[in-house]
């Protein structure tokens, strides 16, 4: 740690918000759900459930604590990998190792999407987003209504239809896609939608976001799956500085 740092001093304000850390001139957001029991998972009303376990443990006198866990590629705050939704990227080997930490990685843009709307092309015209501006995160409804703090799935969560994500790739220089609920696209336009935003492999989606607070502008994100070699998805920690 440089001079400029031995004094750093980092707070978090902990509330159902995304935590922020701040040293008085800049400010991270953690924008990664906690992986609990009670998390949603898709198409479930019970949650992820129990997912870690003590498989050496010193109180049974090893000599350290040691767990496995077990998760599916598409838990809480995730990626998105190209062969998610296309066997042809999966057998080709495009997986989440192969994700740009150059897409994942850079300047983006929060907007909040108009409520009780899915996002369709009118509600991306409305957003007027820029030519040159290459990652969005959508904040939507779902954060209001705080979906991902509930264990039961809602299927009737906000996201994109397929005219809406036809409109962000003819119409925009959008490369990284990120929303507050556990997929981009709507719950009836699941795959024709994530068929249309990953066909080119040029765009990553980040799905299960963290937007409690997080107020629409411009920000920096780093989110930084695990390496993982042949997975369609993973779970990832995201942040904003500001």
């Given at each position: 740690m440089n001079n400029n740092n031995t004094l750093l001093l980092l707070f978090c304000i902990l509330s159902s918000s995304a935590v922020v850390y701040s040293d008085g001139n800049a400010k991270i957001f953690d924008i990664t759900h906690k992986i609990t029991s009670q998390l949603p998972t898709f198409n479930s009303q019970k949650g992820l459930g129990h997912f870690i376990w003590l498989v050496s443990s010193i109180k049974n006198g090893s000599m350290a604590?040691?767990?496995?866990?077990?998760?599916?590629?598409?838990?809480?705050?995730?990626?998105?990998?190209?062969?998610?939704?296309?066997?042809?990227?999966?057998?080709?080997?495009f997986d989440v190792s192969t994700l740009s930490l150059q897409t994942l990685t850079g300047p983006v843009l929060v907007v909040d999407v108009p409520r009780n709307k899915n996002i369709t092309a009118e509600v991306m015209k409305s957003l007027n987003?820029?030519?040159?501006v290459h990652r969005v995160l959508f904040k939507t409804l779902n954060t209001d209504r705080r979906l991902m703090h509930r264990r039961e799935f809602a299927?009737?969560?906000?996201?994109?239809?397929?005219?809406?994500?036809?409109?962000?790739?003819?119409n925009t220089d959008?490369?990284?896609?990120?929303?507050?609920?556990?997929?981009?696209?709507?719950?009836v336009d699941a795959a024709p939608t994530h068929h249309i935003l990953l066909k080119s492999r040029e765009i990553v989606i980040v799905e299960g976001l963290n937007l409690d607070g997080i107020k629409p502008g411009k920000y920096t994100?780093?989110?930084?799956?695990?390496?993982?070699?042949?997975?369609d998805g993973c779970s990832t920690r995201c942040i904003l500085t500001a």
């Open positions: 604590n040691e767990s496995e866990f077990k998760l599916g590629t598409h838990t809480g705050t995730h990626v998105d990998a190209p062969s998610h939704f296309f066997q042809k990227y999966y057998e080709e080997g987003i820029p030519r040159g299927s009737d969560f906000t996201g994109f239809k397929k005219d809406g994500a036809q409109w962000l790739v003819d959008i490369k990284l896609v990120g929303i507050d609920y556990l997929s981009i696209c709507a719950y994100v780093h989110c930084l799956p695990l390496r993982m070699v042949g997975a």
